[in-house]
């Protein structure tokens, strides 16, 4: 051990002793450390140090796979966040768009027939028969869907529903 | 020595996870910190124990390494690893005491067994106490000043240099006497 740090040994005892005393101080301590210096502890064994640079590298493994994982773990949790969010908002855009519950959409109902009639005083007659039809099946789905609730009446419904088909085809024979 | 431009790049390779830095920090700190070790306990198998742990828990905690004095930082480590070995020898003694007060009645001062060499140094710093002891082995091993000595104990300076020169002289004495 020959190599000690550089500090002013007789500079920091003279702060606290007197000039002999200090002297003495830094006498003692060098002599002191002399003696260790001629009784050196031994070596560690070379098997012993290759034994630790193992176990750093084993650790070191286990540290890169423990970090892997977390970030692996992040990201996994970022992508379900997005998709989350994403699915989440998807649905409240499509659901704005959407009819409600009960609510018929015309135009769906409407044969392509009319649209594409050029004899518009007739199609205006048929379209306001139509309509009214429409609008009375309406009435009767939301009273049916309101008694439904209370615990009434699925061949109802798919009566009302041939009804509505028969409507439409019989609109079409004329 | 290692210079301080060298030994940051390899704490700097230790902190990336090279493991190749870290053999050159076993390398340059083995046998220092070996020898602190075996100065405190007087045994080899404990030491190697010890040095062991020491190098597991500088992977552990090379994060917690903000700058400054590095042997500092690595000797706070192995100061508290043997003070955690003293407390587990304390708790183990204290189950076995009666075998204990048995077997000490007989055997007086260090021994020589389980991977245990006695030289006239080890057998003399026996005879001190132990905050003396490990006061003498941190100042010489670590190679530290006054200074940051104190600061690692959380005394101030006054009290490092007077307990280091009280315990050098009296080592001084017993070796000679």
Known sequence: ?174 | MTKSYELARIIAGCKGGDAQCYSQIVDIYSSRCYGYFYRLTGNSDISDELLSELFVKLVEKIGSYKGGSFESWLFKIASNIFHDHLRSKQRRKKLIETQIIEFESETIGPKKSDGELTDKLQIQLARLDEDTRELIMLRFYSQLGFKEIAQMRSEPIGTTLAKTHRALKKLREFMEG
Not at chain 1, 78 to 95: K, N, P, R, T
Not at chain 1, 152 to 157: A, F, I, Q, V
Request: net charge negative; hydrophobic share 45%.
């Open chain 1, 1 to 174: 051990m020959e190599e000690r740090n550089q500090e002013n040994l007789r500079e920091l005892f003279e702060k606290f002793f007197d000039a002999e005393q200090a002297e003495s101080c830094l006498d003692d301590i060098q002599k002191a450390e002399q003696i260790l210096r001629e009784h050196p502890a031994p070596e560690p064994d070379d098997t012993l140090i290759a034994n630790i640079k193992a176990e750093i590298a084993m650790r070191l493994q286990a540290k890169r796979a423990r970090h892997f994982r977390q970030v692996f773990y992040e990201v996994m949790g970022a992508a379900a966040a997005i998709i989350f969010i994403a699915a989440v908002s998807l649905q409240l855009f499509v659901e704005k768009d959407a009819p409600k519950p009960g609510e018929v959409v015309y135009a769906s109902l409407i044969p392509a027939a009319i649209w594409d009639s050029d004899d518009i005083t007739t199609a205006d007659e048929d379209l306001a028969v139509f309509t009214a039809q429409i609008e009375q099946i309406e009435d009767e789905v939301i009273t049916l869907q309101s008694s439904e609730k209370a615990g009434n009446g699925d061949s109802t419904l798919a009566e009302l529903e041939m009804e509505l088909m028969e409507i439409n085809s019989d609109f079409w024979k004329g």
